[in-house]
């Protein structure tokens, strides 16, 4: 249903939003007794979704998200950096995935979680940016797209999405950078880690952004060393480093750099 | 009943329910807008009030938003409705683009709705015209006019209304540079195109501002008395002007 709302509106006044969350109080409570548990061996970026069927509308679904992706603001832009493995369980189902998502040449929104409600909400937001850019003459901004982004799963709360992104972008205002997940949260912020290995990333780049000016090239290292200490550690998390650089014109990609290499790389440094 | 349109084309291309509605905003009131440079200003002719009704009632220039307003030519209670979903639209993208409205995006909104209503089973068009004025938050001041088929554009003055023809001459004839130069000359400007078809002068004018990065402002009817006193001392001296080259 909202769904089709989102398809359907043509006239995207911003005000179907308000008339479509009406209609769906009641459909809510109808969709919640009627989930499934859901199987472990979706694949996904989450590890085994062992969610008890039935426990009626206080049940918590613990989504463990098994990735690490960061974004962080600085003096230059925004710097996105994201690990590629899938796992199914303990089993690593690919080392090849790319969890950048290309909305539009401007805008960039990183995957954990579902991959295909990441990536299917994504692309629906990318037509939606298109739209608005046609309609307005003018790109959209990034607090307007991660809104947007927002809305959309908001509708959904509660039936089982799984989806944490950064929407990460360069807009008149700026640099800009947003988390929106599934649970209906979506906050501004200079850095970002999402993902089970979030935390280690968290310790890379907290200590490194303590110089106020970095340079492009600082940046990029930190953003890739911060994932590469996180796939050390973490047994979710590894295969590439995707890295990304959001700028006034755009987004550039980087790099990409194979975990292994990265490691003979940083052990070399050392000695 | 409701399942047939009132509004079908006719053999010769017309739909002659939006053309009536034009008729009906012909019939109403004058109202003019005038684009600055750093003001933008409405006016509207008063109709004279009854002695027992309050005069507060009666306003035709509304605010949308902080930064838009508009008047309106036409059936009052049709602008009513258009206002409010005008106003509601306003805080609505506010919420979901975290930006005020451009000028350009309100007047797309009002008029998307009209047209709408010029397609839809049961429904007649709006019987009003209106004129929506502003500034997009990068300062750019915008003049913008709907009419009840759902079309707009963007003017540097215009006028609609009862005899808004009269008025859009003058305006012609008169909106230069020099004239618009200051917010003072370009209020000026408003009321004396308003003069020209209203009758017996300031008490019967309603006159309206937005200067940039500030609200809407009603001028009391002191200041536009004032106002219309400057401008007869001008042209008096005007004339005095010509009478003096003609005798030398």
Redesign the interface.
């Known amino acids: 249903m909202a769904l089709a709302s989102v398809l359907q509106s043509e006239?995207v006044?911003?005000?179907n939003?308000?008339r479509q969350r009406h209609g769906f109080a009641s459909g809510l409570y109808e969709a919640e007794l009627g989930l499934e548990s859901v199987g472990g061996d979706r694949l996904s970026f989450a590890l085994s979704t062992s969610c008890s069927n039935g426990d009626g509308p206080d049940r918590k679904i613990e989504f463990l998200h098994g990735t690490t992706t960061l974004a962080f603001k600085f003096q230059h832009g925004v710097i996105v950096a994201v690990d590629s493995r899938a796992t199914a369980g303990s089993y690593i189902a690919s080392q090849t995935v790319k969890k950048v998502i290309e909305i539009n040449p401007y805008l960039l929104g990183t995957m954990a979680g579902g991959a295909a409600d990441c990536s299917f909400w994504e692309r629906l937001l990318a037509r939606q940016c298109r739209v608005y850019e046609l309609?307005?003459k003018e790109r959209i901004?990034v607090?307007?797209a991660s809104?947007?982004l927002a809305?959309m799963v908001y509708q959904y709360k509660g039936m089982g999405l799984s989806m944490g992104t950064m929407v990460c972008g360069w807009d008149k205002t700026g640099p800009g950078l947003y988390y929106v997940d599934s649970e209906g949260n979506r906050v501004c912020g200079d850095l970002f880690a999402v993902g089970s290995g979030s935390m280690y990333a968290y310790g890379i780049v907290d200590s490194g952004l303590k110089q106020k000016d970095l340079t492009v090239e600082e940046a990029c290292d930190l953003g890739r060393r911060a994932i590469y200490q996180a796939t050390y550690r973490d047994a979710y998390s590894g295969g590439q480093v995707n890295l990304y650089h959001v700028h006034s014109e755009g987004w550039t990609r980087v790099s990409q750099s194979d975990v292994l290499m990265l490691h003979q790389q940083y052990q070399a440094e050392k000695a | 009943i409701y399942d047939r349109a009132i509004t079908v084309f006719s053999p010769d291309g017309h739909l002659f329910q939006v053309e009536y509605a034009q008729e009906a905003v012909k019939k109403g009131s004058t109202a003019v807008g005038i684009r600055g440079k750093d003001i933008v200003v409405l006016g509207v002719e008063k109709k004279s009030v009854a002695k027992l009704q309050e005069e507060r009632t009666v306003r035709k220039i509304c605010a949308l938003d902080d930064h838009v307003c508009m008047a309106f030519a036409g059936l009052t209670a049709d602008a009513r409705i258009v206002i409010n979903r005008a106003r509601v639209e306003c805080q609505s993208h506010r919420l979901t683009v975290e930006d005020p409205v451009t000028v350009e995006y309100i007047t797309r909104h009002i008029a998307t709705l009209k047209q709408r209503y010029t397609q839809s089973n049961g429904r007649r068009p709006f019987g009003i015209s209106a004129l929506i004025v502003g500034f997009d938050s990068d300062g750019t001041p915008r003049l913008y006019q709907t009419d009840p088929s759902g079309t707009y554009h963007a003017w540097k003055a215009n006028a609609i209304g009862r005899s808004a023809k009269t008025v859009r001459e003058f305006l012609e004839k008169n909106y230069t540079e020099e004239s618009i130069a200051t917010d003072n000359e370009a209020i000026k400007l408003a009321i004396k195109a308003l003069l020209e078809v209203v009758q017996s002068g300031g008490k019967n004018i309603e006159l309206a501002v937005i200067r940039r990065n500030q609200s809407l402002k009603l001028l009391e009817s002191k200041e536009i008395e004032t106002l219309v006193t400057e401008i007869e001392k001008e042209k008096e001296e005007e004339a005095e002007k010509k009478k003096q080259k003609k005798s030398t």
């Open positions: 006239s006044d911003f005000s939003y308000g309609r307005n901004s607090a307007a809104k947007l809305n």
